[in-house]
T-cell receptor, first 116, second 118 residues
Framework: AQKVTQAQTEISVVEKEDVTLDCVYE???????LFWYKQPPSGELVFLIR??????QNEISGRYSWNFQKSTSSFNFTITASQVVDSAVYFC?????????????FGSGTRLLVRP | GAVVSQHPSWVICKSGTSVKIECRSL??????MFWYRQFPKQSLMLMAT?????????EQGVEKDKFLINHASLTLSTLTVTSAHPEDSSFYIC??????????????FGSGTQLSVL
């Protein structure tokens, strides 16, 4: 069965610290997609990244970077030099290709608090 | 970029009344829309998958008769919470899928609706 685990419920860091949010997934499908979303206090979901299972290249986008490791079924997200505006709940999600609807299964989320 | 408009942003209603939430794709046609529910400090739980012109597919444990989903057009899906009760109070969020499968598939989320049932 498909499952996404975000073991870190809450993380608190001081501004400018680096922080890594962990995501471990389970799937029997060989083709799948992994996502990270940010949910600020306003509630809307902000898309951060989408990665397919055949692309294990790590990605960097500004202060954000993602480490995809199929061997450990992990898709971790690192924020470098964190800022107060990064405070939000971050969700990792999985979508399986064999499910034609491509519905997203979300992890439980990690609440990140960046203190000034 | 693609925009998904969800209305209302928040609604307060009395117990026993019905509430309709709209989800519109403003600049694209969404063949599939998803409805999620989120309790405070919890994750988003998929309620149902809605395909234009056909009946919605509900996740296990979601009452079809209580959460009515209509996807009458390629740009509009509605969720009606019938005979709402306080335990239905939650944050409801929709998402719309655009494009084909694989790399072209994209999902966009609405801004959510906070429902409070008194």
């Amino acid at each position: 069965a498909q499952k996404v685990t975000q073991a870190q419920t809450e993380i608190s860091v001081v501004e400018k610290e680096d922080v890594t949010l962990d995501c471990v997934y389970e799937t029997r499908d060989t083709t799948y997609y992994l996502f990270w979303y940010k949910q600020p206090p306003s509630g809307e979901l902000v898309f951060l990244i989408r990665r397919n299972s055949f692309d294990e290249q790590n990605e960097i986008s500004g202060r954000y970077s993602w480490n995809f490791q199929k061997s450990t079924s992990s898709f971790n997200f690192t924020i470098t030099a964190s800022q107060v505006v990064d405070s939000a709940v971050y969700f990792c999600a999985l979508s399986e290709a064999r499910d034609s609807s491509y519905k997203l299964i979300f992890g439980s989320g990690t609440r990140l608090l960046v203190r000034p | 970029g693609a925009v998904v408009s969800q209305h209302p942003s928040w609604v307060i209603c009395k117990s026993g009344t019905s509430v309709k939430i709209e989800c519109r794709s403003l600049d694209f046609q969404a063949t599939t829309m998803f409805w999620y529910r989120q309790f405070p400090k919890q994750s988003l739980m998929l309620m149902a998958t809605s395909n234009e012109g056909s009946k919605a597919t509900y996740e296990q444990g979601v009452e079809k008769d209580k959460f009515l989903i209509n996807h009458a057009s390629l740009t509009l899906s509605t969720l009606t919470v019938t005979s709402a009760h306080p335990e239905d109070s939650s944050f409801y969020i929709c998402s719309a899928r655009v494009g084909g499968s694989g790399p072209n598939e994209k999902l966009f989320f609405g801004s959510g609706t906070q429902l409070s049932v008194l």
